[in-house]
């Protein structure tokens, strides 16, 4: 029996999803994962492994491209895992980079490693007899991927430009002790891949309960008024209040979330809410007590319905907000002003209050591969054999050369314009454009993101030199299916794949990622959506106000409605 027992109103309402009772059963998370690797028979897991290793950082995939041939083979998919580590605020040394450059060269089917929109790299491709030593080898260089899939706590996000030195080393730190708080505390990861022996205990999770969560948790820490981490799309946002360049504390919000299910007006994107500020000395209470009023309260008969953002419409702002005061014992005080003003990365070199110098590269698609005419993955291994500071993945699926001296200011770039990964002739449209994975390895794509990106990119280029607008850009965001990875529902221009070639085109996100695009076209190939872009982009350049930008335009022109509260009027 559970120490803390699933809220008894949901179980009186219907049978809980099955993603209950495999929790139950799995002592933990262990299921049989040790018996299903030493199976030689697939490559896959079995049974309930299948989704628990999501818990241990891994996601069982197969090469889409190459399904149907094989099958024609009567084979059985070729089976792999995708790894996806864990990495609070996105920091990775150069002796780390190094290390999982060559993993990925050396043991992966795709040679890449990706960075994703959540400050973190996935290895795609790794074969079952991979698999142990990968999370060795990992944990030798001090990076582990315990949780970053599965129904807990994912990689805590932190804003990634540290311009702003010490507040960002603050931050940062409070990113790693979240993180680390809200581990499971199962010691499965160990005993499986780590080959630690199996230690006799009545083991509990605290704060995670027993069955874990009821679905996925995202957790950020930002540092206003940098918006990149995208709070909208968090269950929980800590962000950070200073005074005279010191942290004093965190403004909460929770409730952000942007995947829907097309045809289920029951889910929908919703931005965060802000509950109130709290002392630094409360963060971790916090944290932990939003975590476990989700855990209570979130509804686990019904997936699509689990997460935070429901619980919070179903019980109400208010509710969820006394609960959690409740448990931590003290009261939230009243927000703290902040702004949010910018959140794409500033691409190129800026020069902290330290006079330590950081350099954004923009990596499209967060890919890190050596492309024709364009080593990308060489020339980051060139710069991480002679870098002295370190590497910071942003949640733009950019990268930063993190703490660089003045003296080798020159070597480094040097370096990154060797192997283009710095490229002048990159439009700021292009800089502002982003993608989820999708196709071959993404089981849920519906239609292609990552692979079709920088061809829309070039059209939508286009468009805006047709209409004198060639130094403009409009945040576009491509998601091959409604799930949102790429975070189109907080785009000015978000493209959500329906089916190959297919995809729902919503207008009127913000430059600041503070709204939720609402639907223009419905289920419309290429042609139809940039045919609706020349027309409006040669409207927003002839009728735009100063400064306004394209998202804005569309709203206050009448093009679509403002999403103003998501639950009411995002499907309306
Ligand atoms: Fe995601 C599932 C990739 C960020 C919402 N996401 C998946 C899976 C694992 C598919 C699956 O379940 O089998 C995708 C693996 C593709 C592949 O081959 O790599 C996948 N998600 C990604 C990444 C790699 C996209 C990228 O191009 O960078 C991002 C990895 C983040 C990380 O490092 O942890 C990624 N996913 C997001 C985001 C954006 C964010 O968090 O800022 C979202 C929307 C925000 C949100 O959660 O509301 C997101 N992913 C989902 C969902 C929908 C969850 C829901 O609320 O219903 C799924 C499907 C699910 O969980 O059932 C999903
Ligand atoms: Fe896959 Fe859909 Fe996420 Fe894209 S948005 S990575 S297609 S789950």
Redesign the pocket.
């Known amino acids: 029996m559970s120490q803390y027992p699933i809220n008894p109103a949901f179980v009186a309402q219907g049978k809980l999803s099955d993603n209950e009772r495999l929790k139950t059963e799995s002592d933990h998370l262990r299921g049989t994962i040790t018996t299903d690797l030493q199976d030689e028979i697939t490559g896959g897991f079995n049974g309930d492994n299948f989704m628990l290793i999501r818990f241990h950082g891994m996601?069982q995939?197969d090469d889409r491209d190459i399904r149907a041939e094989r099958a024609a083979q009567k084979l059985e998919p070729l089976h792999n895992v995708?790894l996806?580590a864990r990495m609070p605020g996105g920091i990775i040394t150069p002796t780390q980079w190094l290390a999982i450059d060559r993993f990925a060269a050396e043991k992966t089917m795709y040679g890449s490693i990706?960075l994703?929109?959540?400050?973190?790299f996935?290895f795609?491709g790794v074969l079952k007899p991979n698999i142990k030593p990968m999370h060795q080898f990992l944990h030798e260089i001090g990076i582990d991927s315990i949780a970053?899939?599965g129904d807990v706590n994912?990689?805590v996000l932190c804003t990634s430009n540290p311009v702003q030195s010490e507040l960002h080393q603050q931050a940062y730190q409070w990113a790693v002790k979240i993180s680390e708080h809200l581990l499971p505390k199962t010691r499965a990861y160990a005993e499986i891949w780590l080959d630690e022996e199996k230690v006799e205990t009545t083991e509990q999770e605290p704060i995670l309960g027993d069955t874990y969560l009821p679905?996925?948790f995202?957790t950020t820490v930002v540092i206003p008024p940098d918006n990149d981490i995208?709070v909208h799309?968090?269950d929980l946002n800590f962000v950070a209040i200073a005074e005279n360049g010191q942290l004093v504390g965190f403004n909460v919000l929770v409730g952000g979330?942007?995947?829907m299910t097309f045809g289920d007006t029951s889910t929908y994107p919703r931005r965060a809410d802000e509950l109130g500020f709290i002392p630094l000395e409360h963060t971790l209470k916090v944290a932990e007590h939003v975590v476990t009023v989700q855990r209570d309260y979130g509804d686990r008969v019904n997936r699509?319905n689990a997460?935070t953002k429901y619980t919070i419409d179903r019980i109400g702002l208010d509710n969820f907000r006394r609960e959690i005061e409740q448990r931590v014992g003290v009261p939230f005080e009243p927000v703290r002003p902040y702004t949010f003003t910018n959140r794409g990365d500033r691409i190129g070199w800026v020069e902290g209050i330290d006079g330590k110098h950081h350099l954004t590269l923009f990596i499209e698609n967060?890919r890190v591969l050596d492309f024709p005419g364009k080593p990308l993955k060489t020339g980051l291994a060139e710069i991480a054999k002679v870098h002295q500071g370190d590497f910071r993945m942003t949640?733009n699926?950019n990268l930063i050369v993190a703490g660089v001296p003045t003296e080798q200011k020159a070597q480094i770039e040097q370096l990154a314009r060797q192997h283009g990964l710095i490229d002048d002739s990159h439009s700021e449209q292009r800089k502002n454009s982003m993608?989820?994975?999708a196709f071959p390895?993404?089981?849920?794509a519906m239609a292609e993101a990552?692979r079709y990106l920088p061809e829309l990119v070039t059209k939508v280029e286009g468009l805006l030199q047709k209409h004198q607008l060639a130094d403009e850009h409009i945040v576009l965001r491509v998601t091959g299916c409604p799930?949102?990875?790429?975070?189109a529902m907080l785009a000015e221009a978000g493209l959500v794949g329906r089916a190959p070639g297919k995809y729902n085109l919503y207008l009127g996100g913000d430059r600041i990622g503070s709204r939720v695009p609402k639907l223009y076209l419905d289920n419309v190939a290429e042609a139809e959506i940039l045919a609706a872009l020349d027309q409006l982009i040669g409207r927003w350049a002839k009728e735009r106000l100063a400064d306004e930008c394209f998202g804005d335009f569309v709203i206050r022109a009448g093009v679509v409605a403002e999403v103003k509260v998501s639950k009411t009027d995002f499907h309306a």
Not at 116 to 120: G, I, K, L
Not at 483 to 487: F, I, S, T, V
């Open positions: 996601y995939q995708m996806r990706r994703t929109t959540r400050q973190t996935q795609h970053t899939a994912r990689n679905r996925k995202k995208d799309a968090n979330g942007l995947a699509k997460k967060g949640a699926q993608a989820c994975v390895t993404c089981p849920l990552e799930n949102g990875c790429g975070r």
